[in-house]
């Protein structure tokens, strides 16, 4: 069974060199009229034109072939890139989200870079969990480019009215928010989003459950052991019993919480290491008023979070695969990895790299950065996987506990009997 926890190695010895050259070097790759084709995920980052009309120039100059970037829409890609390796008409080099690698790994449309992993020297120098979720049966497919994670935001000019620390526990996370009602009734104080797996996993994690594990070649679903339980329970009962969430949550998505504290309506909220610079960009008025600190334990130190980002996968079909890792290369390490980081709010796969970030980290910043080191997380590696994201089997779980429906107990039973199902479909 691979580990759930992830603490990364961070403080590695060896360091690379932050240059645009970055540690692959030419490889001789001499590409002089070629054209490489890519898909970039769209608004992962604001100032990508310019950004990747630098990457080009680079690009050009290091091979000699041309970069042909296209942005595909989040919301779009996977039924785009199922579409395309259907027809055989993918790119030579696309992004793609931990969740999908190992499912187009799976289907025979990437190829395996463990080779050029080796050349360049970067055996142990990339973030382990997205190593980890680009891997399918010992081989990589996946190239670390960035990762985040989710964590606490807060509005601080709010807790200090309500004479609130920040909590450590879960009895203080629970007291927090109850003192936020108190102080200002006309917020939200911590909303339990119906329609946001990942912001339920923490509790899961936190109480010592798991999603699902492994045993051979058969998954079980663990939603329903007594720890999932325990702090399903205390995530929903946050909104059912102590009124701290709105009714309303019951079917928001992540991007409803990030706009209801872009408008002043929330108090704190799991969010993204990518949303506090956005909710600056709706809301400048939020300026010096909020803060993050780390998804608290039970009882002490940090419930593990999902750790997800991107890599950037080589598809089987390319004609001159030398050429795409050059790419590859020259955007998950040195400084356009570090750039690209910086603007987008996440942190780069590639560990030296990933040090200069968290040492240059601002108040906000450091507390996402804690949360990835100390309790980053995985979700279950297995193509299937998107499966049961698809069928929205925690979701469906949490909004009939919060709509009254079901129980804790049944909910749990009904999604770990679907997901453990899902996951073992031939």
């Known amino acids: 069974m691979k580990k759930r926890h992830l603490p990364i190695a961070i403080l590695a010895t ?3 060199s932050l240059s ?7 490889n001789g790759t001499d590409a002089e009229g070629e054209t490489l084709d890519v898909w970039i995920m769209q608004g992962t980052n604001t100032e990508s034109d310019d950004f990747f009309d630098r990457v080009s120039d680079a690009f050009n100059e290091r091979t000699g072939a041309t970069l042909n970037v296209e942005m ?13 390796i259907a027809g055989g008409t993918t790119p030579d080099i696309a992004e793609t989200g931990t969740t999908w690698t190992a499912e187009f790994a799976e289907a025979g449309a990437l190829a395996p870079i463990d080779d050029y992993i080796a050349d360049a020297g970067l055996d142990g120098k990339l973030v382990e969990g997205l190593v980890e979720s680009g891997t399918l049966d010992d081989a990589l497919y996946g190239m670390p480019w960035y990762a985040g994670v989710r964590s606490v935001v807060y509005r601080t000019d709010l807790f200090d009215a309500a004479g609130v620390a920040v909590p450590t526990t879960w009895a203080e996370f629970q007291d927090a928010a ?40 058969t998954w079980t679903s663990g939603l329903d052991s007594s720890e999932a339980r325990e702090g399903i329970q205390f995530y929903t009962d946050l909104a059912l019993k102590d009124g701290t969430s709105t009714a309303g949550a019951t079917t928001w998505k992540e991007t409803d919480i990030l706009d209801n504290f872009a408008q002043g309506k929330v108090g704190m909220a799991i969010m993204g290491s990518w949303t506090p610079a956005t909710i600056l960009e709706k809301n400048p008025e939020l300026e010096g008023k909020i803060g993050s600190f780390p998804i608290p334990g039970q009882d002490s130190g940090i419930s593990p979070s999902m750790l997800g ?21 020259l955007m998950t390490t040195g400084e356009f990895a570090t750039e690209w980081a910086t603007q987008s709010g996440y942190f780069p796969g590639e560990t ?29 590696v297995t193509p299937k996987f998107g499966a049961v994201q698809a069928k ?24 770990a009997s679907e997901m453990t199902a899902i996951l073992n479909e031939k």
């Open 352 to 380: 030296s790299a990933l040090d200069a970030t968290v040492a240059e980290a601002d108040d906000i910043t450091k507390a996402f950065a804690d949360q990835m080191v100390e309790a980053g997380a995985a979700l279950p």
């Open 20 to 26: 645009a050259c970055s540690s692959g070097g030419n």
């Open 14 to 16: 060896a360091a690379l």
């Open 309 to 329: 980002g991107s890599h950037l996968a080589m598809f089987e079909s390319s004609g001159n695969k030398d050429l795409g890792w050059e790419f590859m290369d």
């Open 392 to 415: 929205k089997t925690t979701n469906t779980m949490i909004q009939s506990i919060l709509s009254g429906e079901k129980t804790v107990e049944q909910a749990t039973a009904d999604a």
């Open 178 to 217: 109850l003192a936020l009602k108190q102080s200002n009734p006309d917020i939200i104080p911590f909303p339990v989003a119906g329609d946001a797996e990942y912001l339920a996993y923490p509790w899961v994690w936190g109480a010592g459950g798991e999603v699902a594990t492994k045993s051979g070649d």
């Open 72 to 84: 595909v829409q989040w919301a779009d890609a996977h039924d785009r890139f199922v579409t395309a």
